[in-house]
Protein backbone atom coordinates (compact mmCIF):
# COMPACT_ATOMS: atom_id res chain seq x y z
CA UNK A 1 0.00 0.00 0.00
CA UNK A 2 1.03 3.27 -0.62
CA UNK A 3 1.96 5.73 1.82
CA UNK A 4 2.23 9.25 2.48
CA UNK A 5 3.68 10.24 6.13
CA UNK A 6 3.16 13.94 6.90
CA UNK A 7 5.49 14.82 9.37
CA UNK A 8 3.89 16.46 12.32
CA UNK A 9 0.21 15.72 13.09
CA UNK A 10 -0.61 18.80 15.07
CA UNK A 11 1.54 22.01 14.84
CA UNK A 12 1.39 25.46 16.42
CA UNK A 13 3.04 28.38 15.48
CA UNK A 14 3.29 31.87 16.45
CA UNK A 15 2.29 34.64 13.74
CA UNK A 16 5.22 35.79 11.27
CA UNK A 17 7.19 32.45 11.60
CA UNK A 18 7.89 30.65 9.12
CA UNK A 19 6.61 26.77 9.19
CA UNK A 20 7.54 24.09 6.93
CA UNK A 21 5.20 21.32 6.98
CA UNK A 22 7.26 18.03 5.38
CA UNK A 23 5.31 15.05 3.16
CA UNK A 24 7.15 11.76 2.15
CA UNK A 25 5.54 8.94 -0.16
CA UNK A 26 7.31 5.70 -0.73
CA UNK A 27 5.74 4.38 -3.41
CA UNK A 28 7.58 6.07 -6.42
CA UNK A 29 4.71 8.71 -7.53
CA UNK A 30 5.49 11.21 -9.68
CA UNK A 31 2.76 13.75 -8.56
CA UNK A 32 2.76 15.04 -5.05
CA UNK A 33 -0.21 18.11 -3.76
CA UNK A 34 -0.84 19.93 -1.59
CA UNK A 35 -4.31 20.91 0.32
CA UNK A 36 -6.02 22.56 3.12
CA UNK A 37 -9.46 21.34 4.63
CA UNK A 38 -11.58 24.42 6.42
CA UNK A 39 -15.10 23.44 7.12
CA UNK A 40 -17.85 24.09 4.53
CA UNK A 41 -14.98 24.86 2.01
CA UNK A 42 -13.87 21.56 1.33
CA UNK A 43 -10.34 20.83 -0.32
CA UNK A 44 -8.66 23.77 -1.80
CA UNK A 45 -5.18 22.78 -4.07
CA UNK A 46 -2.66 24.74 -2.52
CA UNK A 47 0.35 24.25 -4.81
CA UNK A 48 1.43 20.96 -7.09
CA UNK A 49 4.11 19.05 -8.18
CA UNK A 50 4.68 17.05 -11.39
CA UNK A 51 8.25 15.88 -11.41
CA UNK A 52 11.23 16.87 -9.30
CA UNK A 53 12.05 20.28 -9.09
CA UNK A 54 8.75 21.49 -10.08
CA UNK A 55 5.94 23.40 -8.77
CA UNK A 56 2.83 25.27 -9.97
CA UNK A 57 -0.11 27.10 -8.09
CA UNK A 58 -3.37 25.52 -7.48
CA UNK A 59 -6.08 27.64 -6.43
CA UNK A 60 -5.19 29.17 -2.87
CA UNK A 61 -1.24 29.94 -3.47
CA UNK A 62 -1.23 33.13 -1.52
CA UNK A 63 1.48 32.94 1.39
CA UNK A 64 2.78 29.57 0.73
CA UNK A 65 5.58 28.17 -1.27
CA UNK A 66 6.79 24.70 -1.72
CA UNK A 67 9.95 22.59 -2.76
CA UNK A 68 10.46 19.28 -4.12
CA UNK A 69 14.26 18.54 -4.44
CA UNK A 70 13.50 14.63 -4.64
CA UNK A 71 10.56 12.77 -5.66
CA UNK A 72 9.76 11.39 -2.44
CA UNK A 73 9.55 14.43 -0.63
CA UNK A 74 7.31 17.72 -1.04
CA UNK A 75 7.47 20.66 1.79
CA UNK A 76 4.76 23.49 2.01
CA UNK A 77 6.25 26.37 3.58
CA UNK A 78 4.57 29.08 5.02
CA UNK A 79 6.79 32.25 4.41
CA UNK A 80 5.22 34.83 7.51
CA UNK A 81 2.24 32.77 8.78
CA UNK A 82 -0.96 34.43 9.49
CA UNK A 83 -3.77 34.01 11.79
CA UNK A 84 -6.17 32.55 8.51
CA UNK A 85 -3.86 29.71 7.91
CA UNK A 86 -5.23 27.78 10.60
CA UNK A 87 -5.93 25.01 9.03
CA UNK A 88 -5.48 20.92 8.51
CA UNK A 89 -3.31 20.29 5.70
CA UNK A 90 -3.48 17.39 3.46
CA UNK A 91 -0.56 15.94 1.37
CA UNK A 92 -1.27 13.47 -1.68
CA UNK A 93 0.23 11.80 -4.51
CA UNK A 94 -0.96 9.75 -7.77
CA UNK A 95 1.21 7.87 -10.30
CA UNK A 96 0.97 8.61 -13.90
CA UNK A 97 -1.97 6.11 -14.63
CA UNK A 98 -2.86 4.57 -17.40
CA UNK A 99 -4.36 8.14 -18.94
CA UNK A 100 -2.20 10.21 -16.94
CA UNK A 101 -2.51 11.67 -14.05
CA UNK A 102 -6.27 12.74 -14.34
CA UNK A 103 -7.30 9.35 -13.62
CA UNK A 104 -4.83 8.37 -10.66
CA UNK A 105 -6.64 8.31 -7.22
CA UNK A 106 -4.90 10.60 -4.71
CA UNK A 107 -3.49 8.91 -1.81
CA UNK A 108 -3.49 10.99 1.39
CA UNK A 109 -1.55 11.65 4.30
CA UNK A 110 -2.98 11.87 7.99
CA UNK A 111 -2.79 15.65 7.99
CA UNK A 112 -1.07 18.40 9.79
CA UNK A 113 -3.44 20.71 11.63
CA UNK A 114 -1.81 23.72 11.74
CA UNK A 115 -2.76 26.37 14.33
CA UNK A 116 -1.27 30.10 14.18
CA UNK A 117 -1.47 31.79 17.30
CA UNK B 1 -14.69 26.39 -14.78
CA UNK B 2 -15.45 22.74 -12.47
CA UNK B 3 -17.61 22.54 -9.85
CA UNK B 4 -18.62 19.70 -8.12
CA UNK B 5 -21.58 20.07 -5.51
CA UNK B 6 -22.72 18.06 -2.47
CA UNK B 7 -26.11 19.41 -1.11
CA UNK B 8 -26.23 17.11 1.64
CA UNK B 9 -23.81 18.82 4.41
CA UNK B 10 -24.69 16.19 7.29
CA UNK B 11 -26.78 12.89 6.95
CA UNK B 12 -27.99 10.83 10.23
CA UNK B 13 -28.94 7.24 10.15
CA UNK B 14 -29.76 4.37 11.95
CA UNK B 15 -27.84 1.07 11.84
CA UNK B 16 -28.92 -0.63 8.69
CA UNK B 17 -30.73 1.68 6.57
CA UNK B 18 -29.89 2.20 3.44
CA UNK B 19 -28.28 6.23 2.61
CA UNK B 20 -27.65 7.42 -0.24
CA UNK B 21 -25.10 10.42 -0.92
CA UNK B 22 -25.54 12.94 -3.40
CA UNK B 23 -23.37 14.43 -5.95
CA UNK B 24 -23.67 17.02 -9.19
CA UNK B 25 -21.26 17.88 -11.08
CA UNK B 26 -20.28 20.67 -13.79
CA UNK B 27 -17.71 20.27 -16.10
CA UNK B 28 -17.05 21.35 -20.06
CA UNK B 29 -14.64 18.57 -20.57
CA UNK B 30 -15.88 15.62 -22.19
CA UNK B 31 -13.26 13.53 -21.14
CA UNK B 32 -13.36 13.36 -17.16
CA UNK B 33 -13.30 11.44 -14.13
CA UNK B 34 -14.98 10.98 -10.82
CA UNK B 35 -14.05 9.56 -7.83
CA UNK B 36 -15.32 9.12 -4.00
CA UNK B 37 -12.90 9.61 -1.16
CA UNK B 38 -14.07 8.46 2.80
CA UNK B 39 -12.67 10.43 5.45
CA UNK B 40 -12.81 8.42 8.66
CA UNK B 41 -12.47 10.74 12.02
CA UNK B 42 -9.06 9.57 11.87
CA UNK B 43 -8.36 12.28 9.34
CA UNK B 44 -6.92 10.59 6.50
CA UNK B 45 -9.20 10.57 2.98
CA UNK B 46 -9.23 6.88 1.46
CA UNK B 47 -10.00 6.74 -2.20
CA UNK B 48 -13.20 4.41 -2.75
CA UNK B 49 -13.76 4.28 -6.50
CA UNK B 50 -13.28 6.05 -9.76
CA UNK B 51 -15.60 6.14 -12.59
CA UNK B 52 -14.54 7.55 -16.08
CA UNK B 53 -16.75 9.80 -18.05
CA UNK B 54 -16.95 7.23 -21.29
CA UNK B 55 -18.45 3.88 -18.75
CA UNK B 56 -21.55 4.99 -17.47
CA UNK B 57 -21.98 1.09 -16.10
CA UNK B 58 -22.95 1.70 -12.34
CA UNK B 59 -20.97 -0.38 -9.82
CA UNK B 60 -21.01 -2.08 -6.71
CA UNK B 61 -18.51 -3.12 -3.88
CA UNK B 62 -20.28 -5.20 -1.63
CA UNK B 63 -22.57 -2.56 0.28
CA UNK B 64 -21.27 0.00 -1.93
CA UNK B 65 -22.84 1.02 -4.78
CA UNK B 66 -22.35 3.94 -7.58
CA UNK B 67 -25.01 5.54 -9.84
CA UNK B 68 -23.02 7.33 -12.73
CA UNK B 69 -25.95 9.07 -14.86
CA UNK B 70 -24.05 11.43 -17.60
CA UNK B 71 -27.38 12.75 -18.39
CA UNK B 72 -27.96 14.33 -15.15
CA UNK B 73 -24.29 15.21 -14.19
CA UNK B 74 -24.75 13.23 -11.10
CA UNK B 75 -22.49 10.34 -9.49
CA UNK B 76 -24.14 9.09 -6.41
CA UNK B 77 -23.13 6.72 -3.71
CA UNK B 78 -25.55 4.42 -1.93
CA UNK B 79 -24.37 2.54 1.40
CA UNK B 80 -26.78 -0.55 1.88
CA UNK B 81 -27.84 -1.38 5.44
CA UNK B 82 -24.91 1.49 6.72
CA UNK B 83 -22.83 0.76 9.66
CA UNK B 84 -21.68 2.58 12.61
CA UNK B 85 -17.98 1.95 10.68
CA UNK B 86 -19.37 4.19 8.05
CA UNK B 87 -19.26 7.03 9.89
CA UNK B 88 -17.09 9.86 8.33
CA UNK B 89 -17.35 12.21 5.87
CA UNK B 90 -17.56 11.72 2.14
CA UNK B 91 -16.28 13.78 -0.96
CA UNK B 92 -17.20 13.61 -4.09
CA UNK B 93 -14.21 14.85 -6.76
CA UNK B 94 -13.67 15.68 -10.70
CA UNK B 95 -10.79 14.80 -11.96
CA UNK B 96 -7.35 14.03 -10.39
CA UNK B 97 -4.59 16.19 -9.41
CA UNK B 98 -5.81 19.09 -9.75
CA UNK B 99 -8.74 17.89 -8.23
CA UNK B 100 -12.02 19.55 -7.73
CA UNK B 101 -13.77 18.64 -4.10
CA UNK B 102 -17.36 18.73 -3.30
CA UNK B 103 -17.52 20.39 0.35
CA UNK B 104 -18.31 16.70 1.63
CA UNK B 105 -20.94 15.13 3.65
CA UNK B 106 -20.65 14.25 6.94
CA UNK B 107 -22.89 10.38 7.51
CA UNK B 108 -23.64 9.90 11.10
CA UNK B 109 -25.03 6.46 11.87
CA UNK B 110 -25.85 5.76 14.94
CA UNK B 111 -26.40 2.15 16.32
Known amino acids: DVKVTQSSRYLVKRTGEKVFLECVQD?????MFWYRQDPGLGLRLIYF???????EKGDIPEGYSVSREKKERFSLILESASTNQTSMYLC????????????????FGNGTRLTVT | AQKVTQAQTEISVVEKEDVTLDCVYE???????LFWYKQPPSGELVFLIR??????QNEISGRYSWNFQKSTSSFNFTITASQVVDSAVYFC????????FGDGTTLTVKP
Open chain 1, 92 to 107: ASSSDGERGVENSPLH
Open chain 1, 27 to 31: MDHEN
Open chain 1, 49 to 55: SYDVKMK
Open chain 2, 27 to 33: TRDTTYY
Open chain 2, 51 to 56: RNSFDE
Open chain 2, 93 to 100: ALGAGKST
